[in-house]
């Protein structure tokens, strides 16, 4: 007899249907895995046989043949223990299921029966919606992060015998059910505040213009001036994300791990930070059995990395084409994976190894060629992609003492709110959600210049020895200077502050 139970596997982020066909035929006891199942997939036989013995059902003693279609595509993982007991049962004539063409099962089998979590639930679950699939079996541990897909009833097991007595009729289980509104409705945004920042009130100024824009930016300034705590809390001004970007996120984040049965969709923009000492494929993700990495994790969200000339340098390297096209493309012999990117990347950094080169209290004590080196860490292509620099200069002593607070996160986030508001409404009939993410093709309509802009931001353009790129990222950033002024038009005072955000590259790389 022979029996076809859905179940899904995972691409990049999108999960894809594998059937399983069980078949059961006289001849010597065997059994056979094809499909192209990875040795994760091939030992499921030996927890399988375990598990069916230990909980008193029989295994057949003929030729057991599974195929996990399509053949041609190569399964792994545990996702794929679950449907193949199943099938086994359904064709043993141990389990009756009326339609299962209605049904997917997803899930991890211990040697009692048991079922464990998997990674990358989320979007096996959409696939099965996306494939008309009606009714999902996943782990229980899983069952709020699959209940997040609207459409699909889905219950939660943590034993294979709850799935025989609920299609035998002994105990029929209800399905999750999780408030999304509600969830999604208790985004935070963290205990750090710009309040607590004292002085800086340009640098403030400048991340500020990038929160509402999406802007990459870069800090540089000798130590103890505050780029980290400034980086920190910018988040706090971040607006809040969409469903649809949240479930982008979740996604992304499901395959990683990163989802508990708590938190099944991220409630707040993600901000990662790695330590310098990561490695290429921990930055853009990859690695044998490929994973995103954590260009991929800030989707969404903020990149933040600290002390930027101490990353290895292919690992910084390998960011130019995320930062430009808004994925991570990875290549492999079995095939091509794209992780989404879309971030900011926000750096800080010295200005020589010392830290304090252009600082006027202290003296640089490093020599030319030493800065140079160190400087020429960070390469003219990575830093023509970061459309703000920021100088941040040591903080006063009258600035520490001052006992007013400076301004709160919730009133600079009002203001980006109102900008980025603006900005969805004007990119409403395209893919995109902020003026980082204008197109060349976009730029003339949205990004229309006066003859007086034109001929400063021509002078500029002359004068600082600019790139095409870095002129399309003056435009964007001065778009985003005009949101947050509530023009319509792109004026002379926007402009040129944008401009103000391209020039210090110069000062510390130039001649």
Not at 22 to 33: H, R
Not at 194 to 211: P, S, T
Not at 456 to 464: D, G, I, N, S
Not at 475 to 496: F, Y
Request: with cysteine; net charge negative; aromatic share 6%.
């Amino acid at each position: 007899m022979i029996a076809k139970i859905n179940s899904c596997g995972v691409l990049g982020i999108d999960g894809y249907i594998v059937t399983v066909e069980v078949d059961i035929s006289t001849g010597l006891p065997a059994f056979e895995m094809v499909g192209l199942p990875d040795a994760t997939v091939k030992e499921s036989r030996e927890r399988i046989r375990a598990t069916l013995k230990n909980m008193g059902l029989q295994i057949p003693s003929k030729k057991i043949t599974v195929n996990l279609a399509p053949a041609n595509v190569k399964k792994e993982g545990a996702y794929y223990d679950v449907p193949i007991a199943v099938g086994i049962l359904c064709a043993s004539e141990q389990l009756f299921i009326d339609d299962p063409q209605e049904y997917a099962f997803f899930g991890e089998l211990s040697l009692d029966g048991e079922i464990r979590r998997l990674n990358g639930v989320l979007p096996m679950v959409i696939s099965a919606y996306q494939n008309g699939i009606k009714k999902v079996f996943v782990p229980q541990e899983n069952a709020k992060e699959a209940a997040i897909v609207k459409g699909i009833e889905v219950f939660g097991v943590s034993h294979l015998s709850e799935i025989l007595e609920h299609f035998n009729g002994d105990n029929v289980m209800n399905n999750v059910f999780v408030d999304i509104d509600k969830l999604f409705s208790d985004s935070g945004f963290g205990n750090f505040d710009f309040a607590d920042v004292k002085g800086q009130e340009n640098v403030k100024r400048a991340l500020e213009v990038a929160a509402a824009g999406g802007h990459n930016c870069l800090m540089i300034g000798p130590p103890g001036s505050g780029k980290t705590m400034l980086s920190q809390r910018l988040s706090s001004i971040l607006p809040a994300m969409s469903f649809d970007e949240a479930l982008s996120v979740a996604k992304v984040h499901s395959i990683a791990g990163l989802l508990s049965s708590d938190n099944p969709i991220a409630k707040s923009r993600p901000f990662r930070n790695p330590h310098h000492t990561i490695s290429a494929v921990g930055l853009s993700g990859g690695g044998a059995y490929p994973k995103p990495g954590e260009i991929s994790l800030s989707h969404n969200g903020v990149l933040f990395l600290d002390e930027l000339p101490e990353f290895r340098k292919d690992a910084l390297e390998v960011m130019r084409q995320p930062l430009e096209d808004g994925v991570v493309t990875i290549s492999r012999a079995s095939g091509t994976l794209q992780y989404p990117c879309n971030i900011m990347l926000v750096a800080s950094m010295n200005p020589c190894p010392c830290g304090y080169f252009g600082d006027n209290s202290r003296e640089c004590s490093c020599p030319d060629e030493k800065r140079r080196k160190y400087l020429t860490k960070i390469s003219g292509p990575l830093l023509d992609r970061i459309d703000l620099h920021i100088e941040v200069a040591a903080v006063k002593y009258d600035d520490l003492e001052k006992t007013n607070h400076s301004e709160k996160s919730a009133q600079i986030r009002e203001r980006v709110n109102r900008a980025r508001e603006i900005q969805r409404k004007r990119y409403a009939d395209s893919d995109i959600y902020s003026n980082s993410q204008l197109k060349p093709n976009m730029m003339e309509e949205h990004c229309a210049l006066s003859d007086e802009c034109g001929m400063l931001l021509k002078a500029a353009f002359e004068q600082l020895g600019l790139s095409a790129r870095a002129h399309n990222r003056i435009l964007k950033v001065a778009r985003t200077i005009a949101d947050l002024a509530g023009s319509d038009n792109i004026e002379v005072p926007h402009i040129a502050e944008a401009i103000q955000y391209r020039s210090l590259d110069r000062k510390f790389w130039g001649a």
